[in-house]
């Protein structure tokens, strides 16, 4: 396994792995890499002849009052992952790499990215499509793999690749958690262990929202305000949304009559945390 800074060495190794007729999966990432990641680039590695990993913070997707600066990073850790769940390639650039002095081209998306996070983080999925499609140009992978975790940003990336006739398949893979239930995230090093125990709210949640689709609740409304009573009940827990989604266009909706998405952000102290079950 290889670790490259720039774009060209990623085109210039692609090319090569093209020539001897090989197929390509890219995993994205921002690194700090855990389990959900891992099963990733399990899914990869499987299903290609070589896998790329992208390790980048992408500033474009932060906004000036969230986490940027302190975003865990630990390459040497991530590349271990990297090396033991089968990639070759981890791609770990700098920015000054991805945005030059001269940027000003963005990918932008209507209408999916109008609710859930898009609505609390206005400017996170222009910096999402826009990295994305920069690092689609420079592995041109055949799979691209992304989790479950992230529902929105799966929905978005599968509607970028399909307006845009971008020739890679997007495959979707599901929420890996620890062994309490908490969603396996980067971002669960910020909690403090009183906050660790207060974040098992979310998926206790979960629970209550997938308990009342299983005994036949259309009512979104009705899902929904359970979900929240339950949620109140923890002090640590503030919530930003809790929502019902069509799973395509994200927009909400009254009734479980189609695929549906049921997805929440909460904050434990001063950390967002999401998590989300799909109603199929
Ligand atoms: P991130 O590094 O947070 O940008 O995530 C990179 C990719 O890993 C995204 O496609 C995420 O959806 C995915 N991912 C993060 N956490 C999990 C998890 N717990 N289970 C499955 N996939 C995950």
Request: charged share 30%; glycine share 4%.
């Amino acid at each position: 396994m290889k670790l490259v800074k720039t774009k060209q060495e990623v085109r210039d190794i692609v090319k090569e792995w093209r020539k001897q007729g090989l197929t390509v999966g890219f995993v994205p990432t921002m690194g700090y890499l855990h389990e959900g990641h891992a099963s990733l680039i399990d899914a990869s590695s499987k299903n290609n002849d070589r896998t790329v990993v992208s390790i980048f913070v992408n500033p474009m997707q932060f906004s000036p009052n969230e986490d940027l600066e302190s975003y865990p990073r630990d390459i040497v850790h991530d590349s271990k992952v990297c090396e033991e769940h089968g990639a070759d390639l981890i791609f770990n650039p700098e920015p000054e790499e991805m945005y030059n002095d001269m940027f000003c081209s963005y990918v932008d998306m209507d209408v999916l990215t109008k609710e859930l996070c898009g609505l609390s983080r206005p400017i996170h999925f222009r910096g999402v499509c826009t990295v994305v499609s920069k690092l689609f140009n420079i592995v041109k992978p055949d799979n691209a793999y992304f989790g479950q975790k992230d529902a929105q940003q799966l929905a978005v990336i599968k509607r970028m690749v399909e307006d845009l006739d971008m020739d890679i398949k997007i495959n979707g893979c599901p929420i890996v958690r620890e062994a309490d239930g908490l969603a396996k995230s980067s971002r669960n090093t910020y909690l403090s262990p009183e906050e660790r125990q207060a974040a098992l709210i979310l998926s206790k949640t979960i629970a209550v929202g997938r308990e009342l689709v299983k005994n036949g609740e259309k009512d979104a409304k009705k899902i929904v305000s359970q979900m929240i009573k339950n949620i109140e009940t923890e002090p640590l827990a503030r919530i930003d949304y809790v929502k019902i989604v069509d799973a395509l266009t994200m927009q909400q909706i009254d009734n479980l009559d189609r695929p549906a998405l049921c997805a929440m952000a909460v904050y434990i102290g001063k950390t967002r945390l999401i998590d989300n079950f799909e109603v199929v």
